[in-house]
């Protein structure tokens, strides 16, 4: 095994002054806890922004007292107008996608704990790392900054499509500033990922300590290294992208508009342009991104459970595997967000199969850690039970996958309310759901202090059985044709599913009160917490178990770990218990390895 | 002292002369040839406002009434008054009922603030469109405030409901506040004018402007008619 | 707590599918001619999800239960067949499941698509600006006249800029703001948008089509029942997307034609 670590990181110094310890810091542990941190300010704006949206689906015409104070015009009175619900509603869906669900279980939890699952001090380029996070952080300040300049958020969705995106504020409210602010900050964050996946690929590749092969690596490892292959070539296409639709707005250029638009009676000044373009170069960028949110989930929840079933998996391997060909696959369907987009119906067709075909590799993850649970001796605790809620949502939000896969059905489907049914579940619901297991299984390392238990059990309750409360309808909603990014129901079809819409609200609103039970935890428990019983409370065998507790500046304190077991040593006798971690160097009986 | 007592008499004069004297223009806007049909509005997209209607509505480009009159032409004084005026205090509403503006034409003094009021069950969006003035784009649900607003040049501003799309109407800004819009039978009235020389002119959406010069002398009311030539396109 | 999430999930499966065995809100009749083939795969490929969903959930379910705060004396086990076994199943039931569905629903998408119009489909073009849909009819002689986008002035009812000082053809075109059809008749619907992206969506109908700006597609349908449906913007273009409508009216042919003479009559 070839060590390279000794070489390939620069060696940099303990910090010194408090800037250096938190602010500017080259430590991937304090990046990470930077990035967790944005990421935490980040859900709970987004999921305020959702709580005003819910409130005037159902309660239309209410005002909202203080909804005024986030806009100039777009509450007059605290009654939400209909440009401020897209504007909120675009705001929400960015805000998660980027800044929740791309940073938290991809950007924090693998700066933290990649390099030292490898074993490594840090990672290759760490001035690149403390730039990832600072330019994913300004770019998050420029995307709120859209809150209060100009005329407001723009209104076009995460998805921001052509020619609305391009065409200026003669569309709408929000759509010249709010757009240049939007692009702005996306493209700065396509260049913080970037840089962050640049250090992942390299400290996988390169950083691993001697004994640690390819296929020692845990599984979080291995998700956090196919994920940043994904971001690497996602992220390239997405940020020129934002580039030219900032050039439609500055510079006169119409690469997403076409000729003889007349918006207000005048023909607008652009001509030549692709309103196809914009959705082709997005989506190439947002399937992948999809399986960027979560595919670390899978590594993280898959890493939990083998630790409180105490067995492995049914097969390491074909997890990696699997997590590989959903990489792979995911650049080859992203047309099925166009199928009735006006792009040709044989490519339709011909992004329909790949689709369909991708459901296996996911099929396989979740029969093997479902069947992996047969004979297990499966502990019960938050970081388990919302690793266990995450298989029951990724399947639910899976199943919906059938349906949407099809062209035909499509017809039927495309835009209504059984989208964002379908996504939320897996991304809204599951991804998250690997963020506080995540938290839950991790704290004690990141922090030195364990969270409550009690709190975290009654967080998994609310959420478990409120997020079903909220999302499964949307699928029937969907059934029934409900249009989304609808700010009101005026149709007459849309009156009788009005009342479920209510339903979903209160849902919406009680589990996101749970989710401060959740926030009060994280901040109590880190002053307060319990502290753990030793460095390895969960009895775990990876090596961010290794090390003290919270790791020091260089993760080992000066020694390179050296690796002597597979991962996920458990099921044996050894003079510890039940397993035996990476870095002992204790020969026990094993169960047959898998080779 | 008597020549600054004098002086001061003279201007007294002067003032209240003026103050005696003032006459007013008045007359009718009328039209030849034959107007282009207004095509009724099918507002069934929106059903509360359709069911206000018992007939559709027609488009208002071009309003006419008895005898030829055209109406919704403002009139106003472009030259030859001493100063701007006073900024009008008394509120003037534009009303979006039965998803149609109200007036159709609203003139209004530089800088006098108006009200938008939404009198409908529907949102209405009103974005009006100044090459001017600045730019703004406002959705009003219903039963929310009314939106005050005011423009500081003059300009006629075209009006729009984006929601929508068929309600149109325009916003007359004007440096004086010598002004009036016609109705029904054409008629329009400028009173108060000091005794001097005045252009007037009248603006139609349609078929553009024309202009008319008169003097007043005293008290007189002088008789100004414009007449547009219609077209049937 | 093992135990009782089990039951959980079990509860909360059960409670996901029943709405879906009770029919509650679902999509309307079909008044379409290609609309079967469509139903058919929904409801195929509700079976197939709804059992996969159901058997997914039960296994989890009984596994939690059976697996969970285990004895001091109790050994783990491995499933019989490991990951092979499933990795085979996966594969091969799965993998024949989606292709199935995949190479059935050709079909259905082909008749919407991939078939041009028949020779005697009667053309109507929607045009979709924000916030409403606009018809336009050719009228008596048979040809939509030019349109004129420097022309277009939603003030004066001129939504298509049409000339008709200057382009006969457009002297008869017929302009209105609902779509009307005879019913039993096949519709060539010629899409154009004005500004920036719309759709077109009538869930009776079991249509749905984007309007892309520069690029004018087609649709072409039948409608089998008279009736008043919805035709409602599913693209967001703006605030006003949510009130983008207008209604169908599918008639007799002696309706449509009246309907036709008292709209070009108020052109």
């Known amino acids: 095994m070839h060590d390279m670590s000794a070489h390939a990181v620069q060696h940099h110094a303990p910090p010194t002054s408090f800037i250096r310890k938190y602010v500017f810091s080259l430590d991937h542990k304090v990046i990470g806890k930077q990035y967790y941190a944005l990421a935490l300010v980040a859900a709970l704006t987004g999921m305020v922004l959702s709580w005003f949206m819910r409130i005037h689906l159902a309660w239309n015409s209410a005002a909202i007292p203080g909804l005024q104070l986030l806009s100039k015009t777009g509450a007059p009175g605290g009654v939400m107008t209909p440009e401020f619900y897209l504007q909120l509603m675009t705001m929400h869906g960015t805000i998660m996608v980027f800044f929740v669900l791309t940073t938290a279980p991809f950007a924090a939890f693998g700066n933290f704990f990649l390099p030292i699952q490898v074993g490594a001090e840090d990672m290759p380029f760490p001035r690149f790392n403390m730039m990832s996070f600072w330019v994913t952080f300004t770019a998050f300040l420029v995307l709120m900054s859209s809150f209060i300049l100009g005329d407001g958020p723009t209104l076009g969705g995460w998805t921001q499509y052509a020619p609305l995106n391009a065409v200026g504020s003669v569309a709408g409210p929000g759509q010249g500033l709010g757009v240049v602010l939007w692009a702005a900050s996306i493209g700065l964050f396509c260049v913080g990922q970037l840089l962050g996946s640049l250090n992942f690929i390299t400290t996988t590749l390169d950083l691993r300590v001697k004994g640690m092969s390819l296929m020692r690596l845990p599984l979080t490892a291995w998700a956090w290294f196919i994920t940043s292959c994904m971001g690497l070539t996602a992220f390239a296409v997405l940020m020129p992208a934002c580039i030219l639709v900032i050039l439609d707005h500055v510079a006169g250029t119409s690469f997403f508009v076409a000729s003889n638009l007349v918006i207000n009676d005048q023909v607008q000044p652009h001509s030549g342009g692709s309103t196809l373009l914009w959705q082709h170069l997005f989506w190439f960028f947002g399937h992948p991104e999809v399986y960027i949110a979560i595919v670390p989930g899978l590594g993280i929840v898959s890493h939990i459970l083998i630790t409180n079933m105490r067995k492995p998996m049914l097969s390491h391997r074909t997890l990696i595997y699997s997590m590989g060909a959903l990489a792979v696959l995911s650049y080859m369907v992203y047309g099925h967000h166009m199928f009735v987009s006006g792009m040709n119906p044989y490519s339709s067709l011909a992004f329909s199969f790949p689709t369909l075909v991708i459901t296996i590799p996911s099929t396989i993850i979740v029969l093997v850690q479902v069947f992996s649970l047969y004979g297990a001796k499966l502990r019960i605790n938050s970081a388990s039970l919302f690793s266990l809620g995450f298989i029951s949502m990724f399947v639910a939000g899976g199943v919906s996958g059938f349906f949407l896969a099809q062209p035909s059905i499509d017809i039927m489907l495309h835009a209504t309310y059984f989208v964002v049914g379908h996504f939320h579940m897996v991304m809204g619901v599951a991804a998250m759901f690997g963020i506080f297991a995540g938290t839950y299984f991790w704290f004690p390392k990141m922090t030195g202090r364990m969270m409550n238990e009690t709190l975290g059990r009654v967080h998994f309750w609310l959420s478990f059985v409120g997020a079903y409360c909220i999302f499964m309808p949307f699928h029937y909603l969907g059934m029934a044709g409900n249009v989304r990014r609808y700010s009101s129901f005026v149709d007459d079809f849309l009156q009788p599913l009005i009342p479920v819409h209510r339903f979903i609200t209160v849902a919406a609103l009680v589990t996101g009160a749970a989710q401060l039970v959740f926030l009060y935890n994280l901040i109590h428990s880190r002053f307060w917490g319990e502290l753990p019983p030793n460095d390895n409370p969960w009895e775990a065998t990876s090596l961010e178990w290794s090390t003290p507790t919270p790791p020091p500046f260089d993760n080992f304190g000066g020694k390179h770990p050296v690796v002597y077991h597979d991962p996920y040593q458990y099921g044996v006798q050894s003079s510890v218990g039940d397993y035996v971690m990476q870095a002992s160097p204790e020969q026990v009986k094993t169960e047959d390895e898998e080779k | ?233 | 707590m093992a135990k009782f999430f089990a039951v959980t999930i079990i509860v909360i499966a059960i409670l996901s599918a029943i709405p879906i065995l009770r029919h509650t809100w679902v999509a309307p009749e079909d008044i379409s001619t290609h609309g079967g083939l469509i139903d058919e795969q929904m409801s195929e490929t509700m079976a197939e999800a709804g059992i996969s969903f159901l058997a997914a959930q039960f296994v989890l379910a009984f596994f939690i239960w059976k697996f969970s705060n285990p004895g001091p004396d109790a050994k783990i086990k491995k499933f019989p067949g490991g990951a092979k076994g499933l990795v085979i199943a996966a594969i091969l039931v799965v993998g024949i499941e989606v292709m199935a569905l995949g190479i059935f629903g050709v079909k259905a998408w082909a008749n919407v698509y991939l078939t041009p119009p028949s020779a005697d489909a009667m053309p109507i073009q929607v045009q979709a600006g924000q916030f409403a849909f606009y018809f336009r009819y050719p009228g008596p002689d048979g040809t939509f006249g030019a349109t004129h986008p420097e022309m277009i002035s939603e003030g004066s009812q001129n939504f298509f800029g049409l000339d008709p000082e200057h382009d006969v053809d457009s002297r008869d075109d017929i302009v209105a703001a609902e779509m009307a059809i005879p019913v039993n008749k096949e519709i060539h619907l010629l899409m154009h948008s004005k500004d920036v992206g719309h759709s077109f969506y009538v869930r009776e109908l079991r249509v749905q089509q984007d309007f892309v700006p520069g690029l004018d597609v087609s649709l072409h349908f039948t409608a089998t029942k008279i009736g008043k449906y919805e035709i409602v913007c599913t693209q967001l273009c703006g605030l006003g997307h949510y009130n983008m409508k207008a209604y169908l009216e599918v008639m007799s042919q002696q309706d449509f034609d009246d309907w036709m003479k008292k709209e070009a009559a108020m052109q």
């Open chain 2, 1 to 233: 002292m008597r020549t600054k007592q004098m002086l001061l008499a003279f201007l007294m004069l002067l003032v209240g002369s003026s103050l005696m004297f003032a006459g007013t223009v008045s007359g009718k806007v009328t039209y030849t040839g034959t107007p282009a049909h207004q095509k009724p509005i099918d507002m069934s997209k929106e059903p509360s406002c359709a069911k206000q209607h018992a007939t559709p509505v027609t488009t208002e480009t071009v309003v006419t009434g008895a005898n030829n009159a055209l109406d919704n032409v403002v009139v106003y004084v472009s030259a030859g008054a001493p100063d701007e005026g006073q900024v009008p205090t008394q509120a003037i509403t534009y009303t979006q009922k039965g998803c149609q503006y109200i007036p159709h034409v609203l003139a209004m003094h530089v800088n006098q603030e108006f009200d938008i009021i939404n009198d409908d069950q529907t949102s209405h969006n009103i974005h009006p469109l100044p090459k001017v003035n600045i730019e703004w784009n406002k959705s009003q649900p219903p039963g929310t405030p009314p939106i005050k607003e005011k423009y500081d040049k003059p300009e006629f501003i075209e009006v729009k409901c984006n929601i929508h799309p068929w309600m149109h109407g325009y916003f007359a800004v004007l440096k004086t506040s010598h002004y009036d819009v016609s109705k029904e039978a054409g008629d329009f009235k400028l009173p108060n004018l000091p005794p001097g020389k005045y252009t007037i002119t009248a603006w139609h959406e349609k078929y553009g402007t024309q202009t008319a010069d008169v003097t007043i002398t005293g008290n007189e009311t002088k008789d100004v008619n414009f007449t547009f030539k219609a077209t049937p396109y």
